[in-house]
Nanobody
Framework: QVQLVESGGGLVQAGGSLRLSCAAS????????MGWFRQAPGKEREFVAG????????YYADSVKGRFTISRDNAKNTVYLQMNSLKPEDTAVYYC???????????????WGQGTQVTVSS
């Protein structure tokens, strides 16, 4: 049974930092894209950042470039999202996802975590 378990969300003031973790289990993800999407109240779920497990290549939404960093730990089968210089507009539920695809799209993801809330106060 494949599981993606997120942790690390919380409440932070604008300008602060948080690190999200996504622990993956249940299959080999070596050929997968893994990453993060987010969904704010009343808005559609959107791509945030992705990483190709095999090569470490990373991808970012324009809105988070230069502020967020995605990384992976092969030994722990875990993906991280370091979020710095957080803004109120970053407030959302953040979802970890994994897909055997070439690009990070909602429809391309095969597995999803349960989500973790990130709230940035102004």
């Amino acid at each position: 049974q494949v599981q993606l378990v997120e942790s690390g969300g919380g409440l932070v003031q604008a300008g602060g930092s948080l690190r999200l973790s996504c622990a993956a289990s249940g299959r080999t993800f070596s050929s997968y894209l893994m990453g993060w999407f987010r969904q704010a109240p009343g808005k559609e779920r959107e791509f945030v950042a992705g990483i190709r497990w095999s090569t470490g290549s990373t991808y970012y939404a324009d809105s988070v470039k230069g502020r967020f960093t995605i990384s992976r730990d092969n030994a722990k089968n875990t993906v991280y999202l370091q979020m710095n210089s957080l803004k109120p507009e970053d407030t959302a539920v953040y979802y970890c996802a994994a897909g055997g695809t070439t690009i990070m799209t909602l429809s391309g993801m095969d597995y999803w975590g349960q989500g973790t809330q990130v709230t940035v106060s102004s």
